[in-house]
Structures are given as structure tokens and as C-alpha cells.
């Protein structure tokens, strides 16, 4: 479309980008370095507003700037200055990291995954040959194995719970990663199967099912009041334990006050929410797979189970992977499930992070309950990076943004 | 494919199926059920009751729709996420437009850039959009919230106007070129009408995102009472002792049901994956 060109074009592509740069600017990139500013300062709900002189808050926070100046509330204690030393909330959430032990562990720990790598890496330069020497199963078995040998080596356990005595970012973060492994396969897991079984030819009340199965997915857009529902099966008078006392005749404990059963009954709760959006791309993806494959498989006596490993799964692979990688690191941000069911807790210790704390949820307290901002800010930084890695990689991963090109 | 199951696996498929329908449908039958029970009787230990309705009372509703701010909390969360959608709409639209009509210079950069940012989430800039607020006076106020809706939602629109806009042929607007319309006109009397769905079901989606959030409102907007969204306000009455359970399950099952009902009404746009570019945390 070149109707216009040279600067009147430029100038309308500007005007039509220009309420969408602007909105970007005043609420996601000021907000960001705003964000990063007030980490580095000691800033809490003791400590609100700005001491215009001190550093760069002149600048930077809005309540020092002259035409606002007359909202900054006033009277309310002594004004926030730049932390002493200047990292001490950075320092605060990553405790005693820094240490030779910590740092041992800390590699340790990270031996104990090397395997998994080398058989990724292994796995992707073979797949390039007609041959391999070796199948991808067995270098996975192996790999899981050496996992195994070097965990019991390195005394795994113990390096971790070095780690865990480091301080709140490392146990918050680990809580949340482990959450993500345990979440995401067994979401894919059911929505896999469910999708197998709606995907079966001439299946009646297919519909009905379909529409069933769907519910979850509109219940997450109210996450928050669903999970306090979810929470009521949990109690000790609640379905679950009614349920087990009626048909087996065990009395059921209180769930929620047990780290891993706390941790299961959030795991099972956000399944709920989740499984659904597997179950629908994994079914667009079925539907699109040609039936004479499996035709041809068939004439060839190849059992369901081969047909499942060599037909169905490596040609669904390209669909699902973008919603394996988009669903971890929505579970990592996973907030109104745990949130509204446990509010963290069950708390194991004072001052520590709880049971069930994970990143979000972490983040929300120290703002809301604690109050304390500059290390909530510190904490959101280090996130920050974490999920810009993250989601730079995704991008490339899943190809989302093919579209840019279109 | 007419390959006809053998009965065993036929058993087997309905067992799953109805096994995953009840685990689908429960706990919204369980908020149902309790919404009917008489507050102060939240746990019937009647095993019965937990599943269908043993006894059944509008209590419940009364007190919330009469006698609790419930409308008036509903009334807020409407209007905050209509006006949140709108004004997001409006900017999308044109960002969409200039991004799937121009080619220019940093065009995918910028793409991506919106993408990556729209990933990150809201809470962690939380404390600085506060201290943005009360700086310019809108700290508490519906206006500020709308304002932080409208920017978190405007990345997932522009991306998913502008996917739909790219599936409209351009060669309609460059013939209602020819004939003498300017591109913007050409745009919004051609393709404007043509992406009418892709509109609606942009704007129930990023309307979606608003109604159902915790954290922005219960933080931007803490009190009065007056002055919350229903999904804050229904958290806190659930968590505050002295309340029945019975009064949160009723206003919930008000906040619920009719989101359970337009996800069901769009379920064949999340099938068809138009969304998958915006896939919201």
C-alpha cells in the first residue's frame, strides 16, 4: 500500500503508533527503571515518600516532580534514602549465596543436571543422521541414570539444603521451578489423553464432553474466587476428606496445613485450571494429522502403542511445544491458585518464606502485607532478568513471533 | 478413519471421559450448591449434600444483592473493565492498523518488543505504577486502574488485531483506493467491518483479563468498601471469619457463571487457535 510516501507516510504510521508508544512508556518502561531505582533504595511503608535531594530520586519518582509535587503526602516519617550499602535488598533476599559453601552446593547441584544437557546435545546431533548409533531412548535412560550416580555422589540432598538456608530468593525460586516440573508434565499428561479420547472415531456425546471438559479454561478468568472453592474441598470437614471417610473409612487430615500435601492440593487445584488449554491444542494438532498414516501403520501391524511413539507424537511435537514452553512460564507466574488456596503458608519458620510461597506469590506479600518496597522492587528485578531470558529464549523456541514477519 | 473400537477400549474411553467430567465440573456444582445452603451451615456433613442440592435456600442471594454492596461491586468491575477495553481497543486498533497496512523501518523489532514486554508480569511493577498513581492524583480511584488495565491488555489486542487483519486481502482497500479513498479511509470502511468478529472477540477477551483480576485492584484500589471490584471484594468477605461462607459462594456463583458462559461461547475461537499469539499468565 504506497499511496503515500516519504514523510507524510512516516507521520501517519507515527500518529497511529503514537497513543500505543506512549501507553508503553508511561506504564511498562517508566514503571521498569522507576522499579529498578527504588530496589537500590530502603524504601517502606514506614519510609513512603522521597527525599528529592538524595540521589537520583529527584529525577526519577513522579512526587519530586513539580508539577506533582503538592500530592506527596507529608508527616509521614522519615523520607526513603538510597539503601546502606547500596545492595543491601538484593543482599537481604540472597542471604548467605555468596559464600564458599553456598557457592559449592550451588555448583553441586547444578553437576547433577550436566547429563540431561549432554543428552539433549547428543540428541540433536543425531537426529541429524540417517543412522543413528544409538536411539534417543537409551541416551535419555542413561542420562537419567548419571543423574542418579551424580546426585548420590555430590550428596544432592545435603547441597540443597545448603542452598535452602541461603535466604528467601533461591527457596522461593526453587519452590516455584520444582511447582513448574511437577505441574506442567502431568497437565500435559491428562490433556494428551483427554485429547486422544475426544479425537476417537465416532465417540457419541462427543460435543457434550467437549464442552464439559472446556469449563476449567473459563473458570481460570476468575481464578482467584475458583481457588477459594477449591480451597473448601481441602479443609477438614471438606469433599475430600467426607469422601474418604465414606467410602474407606479414613479420616482425613487437614491438608493444608502439611508442606507437600499443601503443595499437591495446589498442584491438583491449578491442574484443573490448566489441562484444558493442553487438551485443546493438542486436539487441533491431532485433527490435522492425515488418517492414512495411521491407515498405513495399520496394514502394517504396527500396535496402538507404536502408532502413539512414532506416528502421532513426533507429529504433533511442532504444535505442542510452543504450549509446553508458553504453559512453564505461566505456571512460574502461577499467582491466584496458590494464593487464594494456601496464602503461601503453611509457614514452616518465622521470617522465612512458607510452604507454598511461590515467585508471585512471594512478590504480592512483600508489597501488600509486608510492605516493605525496596525489597519487593529487588526481588521483581531479579525476576525481571530471570523471566527475560526466559521468554527470549521462548520466543525463539516457539517461533511466536513468525507473525512479525507476516 | 472408520475404524471401529473394540468394546473394551470403548469402556475404557468413557470411563476417562466421565471420570475428568466430574473433576471438570465439581467444584463449580460444589459453589452452586453452597451458594443454596444456609451461611451459617457451610459444611453439610451429610455426604449427600456435597453433591446434589439436599436442601436449597435464596438466602444467600438475598442478603448478598440486598443487604451487602454486592451490586455495587459488580456495578464497578463492569464499568472499570468495559472502560479498560475500550479505550485498549481504540489504541490496538490503530497500532494494528499501521502495523499490518506499512512497511517501515523497525516495524518487527517493534513487534517483538510489545511481545516480550506483555510477558513480564503485571505485580512486578506494581510498586512503581502505585507511586505513579498517587503522584498524578488517580492512587484509589477507578480512573487509575482503568488506566493500568488498558495498558495491560493493549499488547495482547495489537497482536491479535493485527493477526487478523493480516487475513484480510488488502487488494479490497487498494481498489477503494483507485477509486479515491485515503488508506485510513479505505481501512476502516473496508477492513474495519470485515474483522468485526476478530473485534468482538478481541475486546471479550482483554475484558476477560480485567474482570477477573485480583491483584491490580485489590492493591490500586483498597477502600472504601464502596469503591471495589467484585473479585477483591468477594476475597476479602470470604476471608473475614465473622462472615457466612454461604454469602461469597452466592456472589461468586454471580461472577462466575456468566464468565463460564462466554468462554463456552467463544470456545471454538481457542480451538482454532486464533488466540494462541496472546496467551495471557
Not at chain 1, 543482599?91 to 555468596?98: K, R
Not at chain 1, 473458570?219 to 474466587?225: K, R
Not at chain 1, 491442574?271 to 492414512?292: D, K, R
Amino acid at each position: 500500500m504506497s499511496v503515500w510516501s516519504g514523510k507524510k507516510r512516516a507521520l501517519t504510521v507515527l500518529l497511529f503508533l503514537l497513543p500505543t508508544i506512549i501507553a508503553i512508556l508511561i506504564f511498562n518502561i517508566y514503571p521498569t527503571i522507576l522499579n529498578i531505582y527504588i530496589s537500590f533504595t530502603n524504601r517502606n511503608k514506614f519510609r513512603p515518600n522521597p527525599d528529592c535531594e538524595v540521589g537520583l530520586t529527584g529525577v526519577l519518582d513522579p512526587l519530586c516532580w513539580p508539577a506533582f509535587k503538592d500530592k506527596a503526602p507529608v508527616g509521614l516519617g522519615d523520607p526513603y534514602r538510597l539503601a546502606d550499602p547500596l545492595l543491601k535488598n538484593y543482599g537481604d533476599l540472597l542471604g548467605t549465596l555468596f559464600t564458599a559453601e553456598s557457592l559449592i552446593s550451588l555448583v553441586k547441584v547444578l553437576v547433577c543436571f550436566v547429563p540431561l544437557l549432554v543428552a539433549n546435545w547428543l540428541n540433536k546431533r543425531f537426529s541429524k543422521e540417517a543412522t543413528p548409533p544409538i536411539s534417543s531412548t537409551w541416551i535419555w535412560i542413561i542420562a537419567v541414570i548419571l543423574c542418579v550416580f551424580l546426585g548420590l555422589i555430590v550428596n544432592f540432598g545435603n547441597s540443597l539444603n545448603t542452598l535452602m538456608e541461603t535466604g528467601d530468593f533461591i527457596v522461593v525460586v526453587f519452590r516455584t521451578i520444582l511447582f513448574v516440573l511437577v505441574r506442567v508434565p502431568l497437565t500435559f499428561l491428562i490433556g494428551l489423553i483427554l485429547a486422544l479420547v475426544l479425537n476417537s472415531s465416532n465417540l457419541p456425546g462427543r460435543t457434550f464432553f467437549r464442552v464439559m471438559l472446556f469449563i476449567p479454561w473459563g473458570a481460570s478468568a476468575v481464578a482467584i474466587l475458583m481457588s477459594l472453592v477449591w480451597q473448601f474441598m481441602f479443609r477438614e470437614q471438606g469433599t475430600i476428606n467426607q469422601l474418604l471417610l465414606a467410602l474407606f473409612n479414613i479420616k482425613g487430615q487437614v491438608w493444608l496445613n502439611k508442606p507437600a500435601s499443601a503443595f499437591g492440593a495446589i498442584v491438583l487445584a491449578d491442574i484443573w485450571f490448566s489441562y484444558p488449554f493442553f487438551m485443546v491444542s493438542i486436539l487441533g494438532a491431532l485433527q490435522s494429522i492425515p488418517t492414512e498414516l495411521y491407515e498405513a501403520a495399520d496394514v502394517d501391524g504396527a500396535s496402538w502403542f507404536q502408532q502413539l511413539m512414532n506416528i502421532t507424537l513426533p507429529l504433533i511435537r511442532p504444535a505442542v511445544l510452543p504450549a509446553i514452553v508458553l504453559t512453564s512460564i505461566t505456571a512460574f507466574q502461577m499467582f491466584g491458585t496458590a494464593y487464594a488456596i494456601t496464602g503461601g503458608g503453611p509457614q514452616l519458620a518465622a521470617d522465612k518464606p512458607g510452604a507454598t510461597e511461590f515467585v508471585m506469590v512471594y512478590a504480592y506479600r512483600i508489597i501488600y502485607s509486608v510492605q516493605n518496597y525496596g525489597r519487593a522492587t529487588a526481588f521483581a528485578v531479579m525476576i525481571f532478568i530471570m523471566l527475560f531470558l526466559a521468554t527470549l529464549w521462548s520466543l525463539r523456541v516457539t517461533k511466536l513471533t513468525k507473525g512479525a514477519n507476516a | 478413519m472408520n475404524r471401529k473400537p473394540r468394546t473394551g477400549v470403548r469402556i475404557l474411553q468413557y470411563a476417562i471421559l466421565i471420570l475428568f467430567t466430574i473433576f471438570a465440573f465439581y467444584p463449580v456444582w460444589f459453589a452452586i450448591l453452597a451458594s443454596g445452603r444456609l451461611g451459617d451451615r457451610l459444611y453439610t456433613l451429610n455426604l449427600l449434600g456435597m453433591f446434589i442440592p439436599t436442601e436449597w435456600t435464596f438466602e444467600n442471594y438475598r442478603v448478598m444483592l440486598f443487604e451487602r454492596p454486592f451490586l455495587t461491586w459488580f456495578k464497578n468491575s463492569l464499568l472499570v473493565a468495559s472502560a479498560a477495553t475500550v479505550f485498549s481497543l481504540i489504541v490496538a486498533t490503530s497500532a494494528a492498523f499501521a502495523l499490518s497496512r506499512f512497511r517501515f523501518r523497525g516495524r518487527e523489532t517493534f513487534l517483538v518488543l510489545l511481545l516480550a514486554l506483555s510477558t513480564f508480569p503485571g505485580i512486578l511493577s506494581l510498586v512503581a505504577i502505585a507511586q505513579l498513581l498517587t503522584a498524578i492524583g488517580l492512587y484509589g480511584k477507578h480512573v487509575g486502574l482503568v488506566l493500568a488495565y488498558t495498558t495491560g491488555s493493549l499488547v495482547f489486542c495489537t497482536w491479535n488485531l493485527k493477526g487478523y487483519f493480516d487475513t484480510i486481502p488488502i487488494d479490497l482497500e487498494e481498489a477503494a483506493m483507485l477509486d479515491g479513498c485515503g488508506p485510513v479511509e479505505a481501512f476502516t470502511l473496508i477492513a474495519l467491518p470485515l474483522a468485526r468478529p476478530a473485534l468482538a472477540v478481541t475486546a471479550i477477551l482483554a475484558f476477560m483479563g480485567s474482570w477477573g483480576d485480583f491483584i491490580f485492584a485489590s492493591v490500586l484500589v483498597p477502600a472504601p468498601d464502596r469503591l471495589k471490584l467484585a473479585v477483591p471484594a468477594l476475597y476479602s468477605l470470604a476471608n473475614s471469619i465473622s462472615v457466612p461462607w454461604g454469602y461469597f459462594a452466592a456472589g461468586a456463583v454471580f461472577v462466575i457463571i456468566p464468565t463460564l458462559l462466554v468462554y463456552l461461547a467463544l470456545q471454538r475461537y481457542f480451538e482454532s487457535g486464533l488466540t494462541l499469539g496472546g496467551v495471557k499468565g
